[in-house]
């Protein structure tokens, strides 16, 4: 067999000649291109590995199963100034926009865009286009979701320290949830029942504002003045006065069809004087406590700043809470809180479930003639369940749902929205009342802070601290032992 010559590559025309120049321009080019050939298959099918501590630029599976669903185009705007990038944050919008060919994103700084903000204007504060954040945008519905720094962001409390801290990133459910709701068919309507002295459109302002800031369609109305559908939404805040027997059937025959309804019950609420409005509330399990519920005084992280009747209540997972407790978003307040019974067993038809408990060693206390808080014989004792959730089958087949909460001031207080994860849990209400698929994402948080460094986490660099040098000893012993004598 003839050998080949290589001589030539020891010729230093050849070596250091105007050819090596050439080659090495070409293997320069190659390399470039395939960088961004991969570059571009890492953007368009998502293969480039997360290797963060928290995984947050990937998604869950319950993002895939909404991507799946998809019906109409997403569009995502990142409002994002040049050089101010959230890396992370863009690097999941990669990942969504590979994952479906209907989501896709872009880069849109409000500096070059000085219309954008007009054009997705909002009634509500919690909707205001601003820089640094995203814009989830669907043409077909003409439907749009702002999600700022606080929508990707949780805190959690110290009650030692009483101080609030970041806990947890929300950039996945919160993305994924837009997503959803964005590309809603129907919104539905929000009735708010007027006509028994009910909390107005002045005293509930925040609440309202609120729903309407994420796209919800409020009316308040008396119950002869509408006709509520399936999917509508009626909510009763606080009534101090009976429902005639014509309101009771409109009610009911509205959840017989499947309607919903949110019920607000203060302390004060005569609920014994309005037979109409008890056998409602009846007809879903739930059962009004008189009296006020007081934590007990040994019990610190039961109430709030050292005010008793001022509660920071349990969470339970429920369909409702499930992904807010998953996600650290469990922080409430309800001030003056009227208590429910405990679900007994119901017939086959009707769920009822706690969503919220009073602390242990909670008590009821009577307002009637009583000038004390402090605990009294006879007083009931808890804990007390302070908000339910329920779903009843009709004899049509259709399934009706209904939530109560124990104070009015969880869902209008301004303070509360500021303070505690209010505005979370009252969109998990609506998603659950008006059967929303984002109530059940379950999308777990991503933590916000690299974990410390502990005793058991040094164990493994230590480890490779001392095998690496003995490593290296090791193969040198066994290259140079056979050399010994050289």
């Known amino acids: 067999m003839k050998k080949i010559n290589l001589a030539f590559l020891h010729d230093p025309k050849f070596r250091y000649g105007s050819l090596s120049t050439a080659l090495l321009c070409v293997a320069i080019a190659v390399l470039i291109a395939l960088s961004g050939l991969f570059t571009a298959l890492e953007k368009k099918y998502g293969w480039r590995v997360d290797y963060s501590f928290n995984a947050i630029t990937s998604h869950s599976e319950?993002?895939?199963?909404?991507?799946?669903?998809?019906?109409?185009?997403?569009?995502?705007?990142?409002?994002?100034?040049?050089?101010?990038?959230?890396?992370?944050?863009?690097?999941?919008?990669?990942?969504?926009?590979?994952?479906?060919?209907?989501?896709?994103?872009?880069?849109?700084?409000?500096?070059?865009?000085?219309?954008?903000?007009?054009?997705f204007a909002s009634a509500s504060a919690d909707q205001t286009v601003t820089a640094d954040s995203l814009v989830v945008f669907c043409p077909e519905t003409e439907r749009f979701r702002v999600l700022n720094a606080a929508d990707f962001l949780t805190l959690s409390i110290d009650y030692d320290a009483g101080t609030w801290a970041y806990d947890k990133?929300?950039?996945?459910?919160?993305?994924?949830?837009?997503?959803?709701?964005?590309t809603q068919e129907r919104i539905p309507v929000v009735y708010m029942v007027q006509g028994h002295d009910e909390l107005d459109e002045n005293t509930a302002a925040t609440l309202t504002d609120f729903l309407r800031g994420n796209h919800y369609d409020v009316r308040?109305?008396?119950?002869?003045?509408?006709?509520?559908?399936?999917?509508?939404?009626?909510?009763?805040?606080?009534?101090?006065?009976?429902?005639?027997?014509?309101?009771?059937?409109?009610?009911?025959?509205?959840?017989?069809?499947?309607?919903?309804?949110?019920?607000a019950c203060d302390y004060t609420d005569p609920i014994a004087s309005m037979p109409n409005y008890r056998a409602l509330l009846r007809s879903y399990g739930f059962l009004p406590l008189e009296g006020v519920v007081v934590a007990a005084k040994e019990d610190k992280s039961g109430y709030f700043e050292g005010n008793r009747t001022v509660l920071l209540p349990q969470m339970q997972p429920t369909d409702v809470t499930f992904d807010l407790m998953m996600n650290g978003a469990a922080t409430l307040i309800m001030s003056t809180a009227r208590a429910f019974e405990t679900p007994a067993t119901t017939d086959n038809s009707l769920t009822v479930t706690p969503m919220l408990l009073s602390g242990e060693g909670s008590y009821?206390?009577?307002?009637?003639?009583?000038?004390?808080?402090?605990?009294?014989?006879?007083?009931?004792?808890?804990?007390?369940?302070?908000?339910?959730?329920?779903?009843?089958?009709?004899?049509?087949?259709?399934?009706?749902?209904?939530v109560i909460l124990g104070s009015s001031a969880a869902l209008t207080s301004e303070y509360y929205y500021s303070m505690t994860h209010a505005q979370e849990f009252i969109l998990r209400v609506m998603e659950y009342l008006t059967d929303s698929a984002a109530s059940n994402l379950h999308i777990m948080a991503r933590t916000a802070v690299r974990p410390g460094l502990s005793a058991d986490a040094l164990t493994l660099g230590s480890l490779l601290l001392v095998a690496l040098p003995l490593t290296v000893l090791g193969a040198a012993l066994v290259i140079l032992y056979p050399r010994r004598h050289r």
Do not use: C
């Open 220 to 263: 308040f109305a008396a119950l002869a003045e509408i006709t509520p559908v399936p999917g509508d939404l009626l909510v009763f805040l606080a009534p101090v006065r009976d429902l005639t027997d014509t309101e009771l059937t409109i009610v009911t025959d509205f959840t017989r069809q499947g309607g919903a309804l949110l019920f």
């Open 364 to 402: 009821l206390r009577s307002v009637s003639g009583s000038t004390t808080l402090a605990k009294q014989e006879g007083d009931p004792e808890g804990p007390f369940p302070l908000a339910l959730e329920a779903y009843r089958f009709s004899d049509t087949g259709d399934v009706s749902r209904a």
């Open 62 to 119: 319950g993002t895939e199963a909404i991507l799946a669903e998809l019906e109409y185009p997403v569009h995502i705007y990142a409002l994002y100034e040049k050089g101010d990038e959230d890396l992370l944050l863009f690097e999941l919008l990669n990942r969504y926009s590979a994952a479906s060919d209907l989501v896709t994103w872009e880069q849109a700084p409000l500096s070059l865009n000085p219309t954008f903000a007009a054009r």
């Open 169 to 182: 990133l929300t950039y996945e459910s919160s993305i994924t949830a837009a997503i959803s709701y964005v």
